[in-house]
């Protein structure tokens, strides 16, 4: 029996919760950022990114990209693609700044696909 009460107020509780555990846009727009800036963009684009590339701020950060390419071709990074992606970026951090949550959102879905898996 109390588990059948639980169970419903266990639920409530979570679905209450979960706007508070997604990533906010700006939170993602930094995360993305710092990707677009890193030597591994670089090593793609062929030139070093505006302000210099972005040291990784983890213990764990590799000290230089790994060698190889994706096992998907869709997720090759291209020149291209890094260049759209920094383009995609702007328009994402003035959809933030407008309070666009939803918009924002999903123009980082496209920076996302269009940087691919950056090395």
């Known amino acids: 029996m109390r588990i059948a009460l639980g ?3 266990a639920l409530a509780a979570l679905l209450a919760a979960g706007p508070a555990l997604s990533v906010t846009c700006k939170d993602d727009i ?9 030597a591994g963009a670089e ?3 062929g030139k070093e990114p505006p302000g210099g590339p972005t040291a ?3 213990d ?3 000290d230089k990209p790994p060698e190889g390419k994706p096992s998907d071709p869709a997720t090759q990074p291209t020149k291209a693609g890094v260049e759209q ?15 666009q949550e939803t918009t924002c959102q999903d123009t980082m ?3 996302k696909e269009a940087a691919g898996a950056l090395p």
């Open 7 to 9: 169970l419903p107020v």
């Open 30 to 38: 930094a995360a993305v950022e710092r990707r677009l800036n890193s």
């Open 43 to 45: 090593t793609v684009t």
């Open 56 to 58: 990784a701020p983890s």
């Open 60 to 62: 764990k950060a590799l």
């Open 85 to 99: 992606a920094r383009t995609l970026l702007a328009k994402a951090k003035e959809q933030d700044k407008a309070g």
């Open 109 to 111: 879905t496209k920076v």
